[in-house]
């Protein structure tokens, strides 16, 4: 038992008698990146190293030509520390580059301490300098100044060297396990989704003798079975001319690829279109679906199929191909079949095409396919309809829940932001059928009075003059609710004082102008370089007794409840004008309270999120694992 004494560090508390501290700024030297500017990127030269080339979220690097000062390059071993957004420490092995701002190069003595002992210590310690230091609202940030003066643990030299080595070794052993896990959960992925194709390939009969398929993704099928092609099984494939009839008010369904539910193999009847009875006797002369055929959409993911059991009219439109099996097999077996991945991998390997189609009837009709005998497909198909009925339900059950939460979600935003979060109090008429009543407490005014708004800059696709400068900026489509979208962003040019003008501000709130999504909004969390505002987003900054989050619930809220509907016009673009966002009706209460309000949504709805995300990821699962049941059935290797 070593004798320990007080650190006077909070986050290590007691130490090694022989140890001491030491703040940083004492231990080496820290070399902060060069701020590049968006025009100095390119694709050729030295690779830029930012933060996301070192988190591994970025798999395309910037280039820099030129020449800079040599302190700014970074080669194998360095040891590299993020500063900003996100708060950690890296061996740099990606070979030599430039060191971009919000990264600190450190360069430790390795007189006084032993250079891995030094990166493990920093690493634990940026986590610890975010709990007391973190500079700004919305964005992880360490000052140069808070981390020079940062204290750390000093065991002696040699024992530093124990250690790094100890850390050195047991890390690398626990990142081998992390690995094995990761890989075992993605074969088991793979295995669930090779459950079909071993039934359709292999039968569901258990052990039994197996013979070689001659077909390499298909290997093993059980002796009886036969390999053919799917043009020597059925009678017909058709689909109908290339044209779109008008859509009648009433009259016969005409199923376009979004009408046909691939995972339950149903097809979405009440929203399908409907076309006249006269142009469905025009259309219906060269292919007409009966009962037993099947549906093949060519241009959607590979094995998005229908079996067709009503006798119902209807026609699909030419996107789709329908087929009319012939007496050596079963309709729904083949339709299971074409589901599996077997016949996926028989279409990329031939077509050099893609999970997302386009399949041409020839590369259909010419597909192999294993055919076991009448009576065993009839087994096989009985038992993947069980089986999918059952992970259909399931799915279903998942899918409602998720969309509960949706609701759960969007009622506290509302619960929040129209009457707080403090409980029982005095309530009254705000005088706005949006609102309601409202803590008397509180003055329904508008968001013109407590923020300014900023409209972004017409598209400009050629500089004024040689001041402009080539500049990103956010357009619509990178602002939601769910944030700020991440990526490069598309670039035009800006002069100086555009520039001054409509440069986003971390903190900034982000608003939609116009098209589909016309008030989503995100709060700017983190950039790591400057952006700016195309006409499509307004930039949202308070004047001081408001709170950005607060207004963007408040938005999410109104967005949600039909509000932009109904302000703009909707039968044409909607435009979410400045004009319009400073109408909007805002409830005013204490500053202190906004900000309660937005902390408790924040709160409440990355919980609600949490448990959205997990029902998506078991949604995700059982598609795998009802793909995989098909193919081990329908290939042979699942007895039934």
Not at 178 to 200: F, G, P
Not at 224 to 241: A, C, L, P
Request: net charge negative.
């Amino acid at each position: 038992m070593r004798e320990m004494k007080d650190s006077g560090i909070e986050w290590i508390g007691k130490i090694p008698h022989c140890w001491n501290t030491s703040k940083l700024k004492y231990l080496g030297q820290y070399i902060n990146g060069y701020a590049f500017k968006p025009e100095e990127w390119g694709s050729k030269g030295v690779p830029i190293i930012r933060i996301q080339d070192l988190t591994g979220s970025n798999d395309n690097p910037n280039y820099f030509e030129g020449q800079i000062d040599k302190k700014y390059g970074v080669e194998n071993g360095d040891i590299l520390i993020s500063w900003a957004a996100t708060l950690d420490a890296f061996i740099w092995n990606k070979g030599n580059g430039w060191l971009n701002q919000h990264i600190f190069k450190a360069v430790p003595n390795r007189r006084i301490i032993d250079y891995d002992f030094f990166f493990w210590m920093i690493k634990e310690s940026m986590k610890n300098m975010n709990n007391d230091n973190k500079h700004g609202i919305f964005m992880q940030h360490v000052t140069l100044s808070v981390f020079n003066n940062f204290t750390i643990p000093m065991p002696p030299l040699a024992e530093q060297h124990r250690i790094a080595a100890f850390l050195d070794r047991k890390c690398a052993e626990i990142d081998a396990v992390l690995e094995k896990t990761r890989a075992s959960i993605e074969e088991y992925k793979k295995l669930k989704q090779a459950v079909i194709t071993q039934a359709v390939t292999k039968g569901v009969r258990g052990d039994r003798p197996m013979k070689n398929s001659g077909i390499e993704w298909i290997g093993e099928i059980p002796e009886g079975w036969e390999i053919t092609k799917i043009k020597h099984i059925v009678s017909s494939v058709t689909d109908i001319d290339h044209f779109m009839p008008d859509s009648a008010e009433f009259g016969i369904p005409y199923l376009m690829i979004g009408d046909l539910k691939d995972l339950s193999s149903s097809i979405d009847w009440d929203s399908s279109k409907k076309i006249s009875i006269e142009d469905y006797k025009k259309l219906s002369i060269k292919s007409r679906p009966q009962i037993g055929d099947i549906i093949f959409a060519r241009y959607a993911s590979i094995g998005t199929t229908c079996y067709i059991d009503t006798d119902r009219d209807f026609l699909v439109s030419y996107a789709c191909l329908t087929i009319h099996p012939s007496d050596l097999i079963i309709g729904k077996f083949l339709s299971y079949y074409l589901k599996s991945s077997s016949f996926a991998e028989d279409v990329l390997r031939r077509t050099n095409s893609n999970t997302q189609g386009n399949v041409g009837k020839d590369s259909l009709v010419n597909a192999t396919i294993v055919l076991p005998s009448i009576i065993e497909q009839t087994q096989i198909v009985n038992f993947l309809d069980a089986k999918c009925s059952d992970i259909n339900a399931m799915l279903s059950k998942t899918r409602s829940s998720i969309e509960e939460y949706k609701k759960l979600k969007q009622a506290v935003i509302t619960q929040a932001v129209t009457k707080g979060v403090r409980g029982e109090r005095e309530m009254e008429d705000s005088g706005n059928p949006w609102f309601g009543q409202i803590p008397a407490d509180w003055k329904l005014t508008r968001v013109g009075l407590h923020f300014s708004i900023i409209l972004g800059k017409m598209l400009c696709n050629a500089p004024l003059n040689d001041t402009y400068t080539l500049e990103p900026y956010y357009c619509a489509a990178d602002v939601h609710f769910d944030g700020v979208a991440d990526g490069e962003r598309k670039k035009m040019w800006f002069s100086p004082i555009e520039k001054d003008l409509y440069r986003v501000s971390v903190g900034d709130l982000l608003v939609v102008e116009g098209g589909a999504g016309a008030g989503g909004s995100a709060i700017v969390e983190n950039q790591d370089s400057d952006t700016y505002i195309q006409n499509s987003i307004m930039i949202v900054r308070s004047k001081g007794n408001a709170d950005n989050r607060y207004l963007r619930y408040l938005l999410e809220f109104l967005v949600k409840q039909g509000y932009i509907d109904v302000v703009c016009n909707k039968a044409t673009i909607p435009h979410f004008t400045k004009d319009k966002l400073s109408c909007v009706p805002f409830c005013l209460c204490p500053t202190g309270e906004q900000e309660e309000i937005a902390d408790y949504l924040d709160a409440k709805c990355a919980e609600i999120d949490g448990l959205i995300a997990k029902k998506e990821q078991l949604v995700k699962e059982l598609e795998s694992y009802k793909k995989s049941l098909i193919y081990e059935v329908v290939t042979g290797k699942r007895e039934v």
